[in-house]
């Protein structure tokens, strides 16, 4: 099963290999950045490479920061997407959310909210990239 593991969708070269969840319900993929934070901009993610038009790519997510991972808070939304249908398909969103409690975050997670291009609640996708200020913390003196 290592081809399906959540390491995978940040080895955006690497097109034998993604990332599969279980079929259930609000399936999710969370980043930890540990002491650091992040303030998001932009993501891209790709769709699966190994399939052919047919690909049971993500059409209805959330992504979500937050920094004590239980209270979440929506960055962005994307509701019966079909910009990733298709073959290793790739696209950038735009982080739509601005009016946050907090814009620096701990953990980002995306998170499936509907059923994907084979209408079952597996969330599949190939890589994932993050963009923005990565804000490391301050050196002790």
Not at 30 to 49: A, H, K, L, M, N
Not at 55 to 60: D, F, G, H, R, V
Not at 69 to 98: A, M, P, R
Request: glycine share 4%; proline share 5%; net charge negative.
């Amino acid at each position: 099963m290592d081809d399906y593991q959540p390491q995978n969708v940040i080895l955006f070269d690497n097109q034998s290999k993604f990332f599969e969840s279980t079929n259930s319900p609000n399936s999710w993929i969370c980043f930890d950045f540990q002491e650091s934070r992040v303030f998001p901009t932009d993501y891209t993610i790709r769709s699966p490479t190994v399939w052919n038009d047919n690909s049971p790519e993500p059409q209805n997510w959330v992504i979500e920061g937050s920094n004590d991972n239980s209270k979440w808070e929506v960055l962005s939304e994307e509701q019966n997407c079909k910009t990733l249908h298709g073959k290793g398909k790739i696209q950038t969103f735009q982080i739509k959310n601005k009016n946050l409690e907090s814009n620096e975050f701990r953990f980002i997670r995306l998170r499936q909210t509907g059923k994907n291009g084979h209408n079952n609640d597996y969330l599949i996708f190939d890589s994932f990239e993050l963009y923005g200020d990565l804000i490391k913390p301050k050196q002790k003196k």
